[in-house]
T-cell receptor
Framework: GAVVSQHPSWVICKSGTSVKIECRSL??????MFWYRQFPKQSLMLMAT?????????EQGVEKDKFLINHASLTLSTLTVTSAHPEDSSFYIC???????????FGSGTQLSVL | GNSVTQMEGPVTLSEEAFLTINCTYT??????LFWYVQYPGEGLQLLLK?????DKGSNKGFEATYRKETTSFHLEKGSVQVSDSAVYFC???????????FGDGTTLTVKP
């Protein structure tokens, strides 16, 4: 199947710093990617929809100035957690939609720990 | 809004046992339904899907039927293996908005 690469797989940072997470579709072009947050033993919570060449659409309650999303090419979307705080510690997952399909392919996730 | 409710886990079975993981949904319109599987240390993978009422999705011995009348999409497998141990997520996709809603996940452990 299609491959979506997410990097880094884990990151530890100090409070107040910014962290960038990359999501790449390796063998297909994804005009739409999604970013989720997953708390332990809970479901994936959709944070935002990332559309290539346009602004991301954020879900209610998600701060767009804190979670910056850039989808500058058909194969790359990035999520930047700005001025991270301990409460931002979580598992972040991206997915990419196969063109003209509802099929989603997921990255392996990024565990963010903010000290 | 849309929601997905799936059977709470964890579920522990012996090898070759029958598996059912219940999933019900609430949605406006006619969503597509999915089961995803997350093996230890890996990302989510699509297991099977169904796009309309009475469709049956199947893959790797797993099956689920889109039941509009009961708004359900229960996952079944006749004989589980140790290698089926994973977390299973039921999900729906709003075909208009393109957004997916996930259940909380059910952890399955199969013992030899």
């Amino acid at each position: 199947g299609a491959v979506v690469s997410q990097h880094p797989s884990w990151v530890i940072c100090k409070s107040g710093t910014s962290v960038k997470i990359e999501c790449r579709s390796l063998d297909f072009q994804a005009t739409t990617m999604f970013w989720y947050r997953q708390f332990p033993k809970q479901s994936l919570m959709l944070m935002a929809t990332s559309n290539e060449g346009s602004k991301a659409t954020y879900e209610q309650g998600v701060e767009k100035d804190k979670f910056l999303i850039n989808h500058a090419s058909l194969t790359l979307s990035t999520l930047t957690v700005t001025s991270a705080h301990p409460e931002d510690s979580s598992f972040y997952i991206c997915s990419a939609r196969w063109p003209r399909s509802e099929k989603l392919f997921f990255g392996s996730g990024t565990q963010l720990s903010v000290l | 809004g849309n929601s997905v409710t799936q059977m709470e886990g964890p579920v522990t079975l012996s090898e070759e046992a029958f598996l059912t993981i219940n999933c019900t949904y609430t949605a406006t319109g006619y969503p597509s339904l999915f089961w995803y599987v997350q093996y230890p240390g890996e990302g989510l993978q699509l297991l099977l899907k169904a796009t309309k009422a009475d469709d049956k999705g199947s893959n790797k011995g797993f099956e689920a039927t889109y039941r509009k009348e009961t708004t359900s999409f229960h996952l079944e497998k006749g004989s589980v293996q140790v290698s089926d141990s994973a977390v299973y997520f039921c999900a729906l996709t709003d075909t208009n908005a393109g957004k997916s809603t996930f259940g909380d996940g059910t952890t399955l452990t199969v013992k030899p």
